[in-house]
């Protein structure tokens, strides 16, 4: 079992900033994966920015540049720093992660999402 909860959404000004975090727990083995995905409304979840365990990062070209994605493995937390918001980033922001279990002695993988948390970008 893991559990993902977000948390530092909120109602902020275009050009402003927000600090989203996302801390897992349960029987985590390893999380290989962490990312940020958004889904505003009547649109597609789509992905904001990825990051490993290694520290290998992918941003969506919407974001680059004004989105910072980092982690903490030791806490098991992510973050996303993201700074001159646009009324065009309002959505429901989900963390998702791809965690290693185990099950039976034998170590499995899956992906677990957050129930997210909404931001919304004034203009």
């Known amino acids: 079992q893991v559990q993902l909860v977000e948390s530092g959404g909120g109602f902020v000004q275009a050009g402003g900033s927000l600090r989203l975090s996302c801390a897992a727990s349960?029987?985590?083995?390893?999380?290989?994966?962490m990312g940020w995905h958004r889904q505003a409304p009547g649109k597609q979840r789509e992905l904001v920015a990825s990051?490993?365990?290694?520290?290998?990062?992918n941003y969506a070209d919407s974001v680059k540049g004004r989105f910072t994605i980092s982690r903490d493995n030791a806490k098991n937390e992510m973050y996303l720093q993201m700074n001159s918001l646009k009324p065009e980033d309002t959505a429901v922001y989900y963390c998702?992660?791809?965690?290693?279990?185990?099950?039976?002695?034998?170590?499995?993988?899956?992906?677990?999402w957050g129930r997210g948390t909404q931001v919304t970008v004034s203009s």
């Open positions: 349960g029987s985590i083995l390893s999380i290989n994966v």
């Open positions: 990051i490993t365990s290694d520290g290998a990062i």
């Open positions: 998702k992660g791809s965690a290693e279990t185990r099950r039976g002695g034998i170590p499995v993988g899956n992906d677990y």
